[in-house]
């Protein structure tokens, strides 16, 4: 794809990096500057995300205020991920998928055993069937979340596209091996991620496509960033996150 | 789909007008019927459910969608629960289709939609955050607000992916009728929104009905 690029790039090598594989679950916390690259190593990958201020956890990731302030209904490279503050979490600053779902939620439980079939942590042991709403209630625990915290996900590297009639389908060939997706955090943020499959992959198997995951420093926002000036609504986004980066409860942090 | 119900407003056991800006919070019973009346036309019901008996149990917009595998809601929807189970069913609907996407307006997210200025506009968010302090009986905070429905507007998706708020199917004393599945918390906020088309720029009153389960 051809678009404009800011200039300033990422370093090349990561600060760190790791694999998951497929069916795992993972949570962090991400300073404010820090880009975050997820790789899907194989195809056909699933990231279940959800994101939440960690000195505020009732600030979180709001799907439909993402949604409708940048007036689309898939993520891709230009559009911010909001807080329910008006804020923004991170910035989709490359993609080479081209499409990711924030409205069909997680797999759980039933739907995993349903399709898959039960594959238990006593008979399988690391091979057991793992489910996107369990993974996020686990993360979720270790930072004193729980059920009524559980949102609408964003899924990266799954394509979930609707008709005029609102009718849904999934599209199995969407990512490819190797396609990334950088994330430019503008503001700490409590990351929760599982590779869980998507709820409406078809597979006949258990996908268990693993992912990398580096991180990087982020370069610093320049005037004309891509995202920033994706829309005007976006520039009042980086206003309101700016405002709260310099005079908010951030001991230490610099404003962009 | 379009589909008038049955039942007479002069058998309602309950009326009561929500006059925009304000909310509605109450339990309506398993089996009892819910109408919500767009009583002057273009006019946003920011919905959220709860299963009374467990409120952190709630309508989850994902998962119904992902049931029906379609973006709208209309007679047969089915409301889920975050546990998957059925909240209420839409059983009667005069206007076609509802949105379950766009989410309820707040002054946080006012002010990136709009300008920064907008900030001290009253917002749907607002009526939620007071209705759950004025009833802390139902043990709701911040934290159980989340996306709900709007029933009466109109968010088209295209195929290639965009969103757009666009001017509503609705019009004056059209409904959207339900049937409680279970008991549940029902937190209605009739839309203040000023800046767009969801209310037509002009806030008008709601007006709630319920039926008991055995009138026909």
Known sequence: ?256 | MIKQSGLSPDTARYRQVIPAGEYWFDVVGQGQRFRIVDVEGNQAADTLLFCAADPAERYSFVDTLRAQRNLYLSVGSTLLSTAGRALALIVADTVGRHDTLGGACAAESNTVRYALEKRTMHSCRDSWLLAVAEHERFGLTKRDLTHNINFFMNVPVTADGSLTFADGLSGPGQYVELAAAMDVLVLISNCPQLNNPCNAYNPTPLEILIWDSDVS
């Open chain 1, 1 to 256: 794809m051809d678009h404009p690029t800011s200039g300033a790039h990422a370093d090349a090598h990561p600060i760190y990096e790791t694999r998951l594989e497929g069916g795992k679950h993972w949570s962090l916390t991400v300073r404010g500057g820090t880009q975050m690259r997820l790789v899907d190593l194989e195809g056909g990958a699933n990231v279940g995300m959800l994101l939440f201020n960690p000195c505020n956890v009732l600030e979180r990731y709001n799907a439909p205020d993402t949604l409708k302030c940048q007036h689309t209904f898939k993520l891709t490279r230009g559009h911010c991920l909001y807080s329910d503050m008006g804020r923004i979490f991170c910035s989709i600053v490359e993609d080479t998928a081209g499409w990711h779902d924030t409205v069909c939620g997680n797999s759980n439980r039933a739907l995993v055993q349903q399709r898959w079939g039960l594959k238990s942590y006593q008979q399988c042991r690391n091979d057991w069937h793992q489910n996107g709403h369990d993974a996020f209630l686990v993360e979720g625990g270790k930072y004193g979340l729980g059920r009524r915290d559980l949102a609408a996900n964003v899924n990266w590297f799954s394509k979930v596209s609707a008709e005029e009639t609102g009718v849904l389908s999934f599209d199995p060939q969407a990512s490819r091996k190797g396609a990334f997706v950088d994330l430019r955090f503008e503001m700490d943020t409590l990351v929760l991620l599982h590779t869980c499959p998507h709820p409406l992959n078809p597979a006949a198997a258990y996908p268990k496509s693993p992912v990398a995951v580096e991180l990087r420093r982020a370069p610093a926002v320049q005037a004309d960033d891509f995202c920033l000036n994706a829309c005007a609504e976006n520039v009042r986004g980086f206003q309101n996150t700016a405002l709260y980066r310099q005079y908010g409860c951030h001991p230490g942090e610099i404003a962009p």
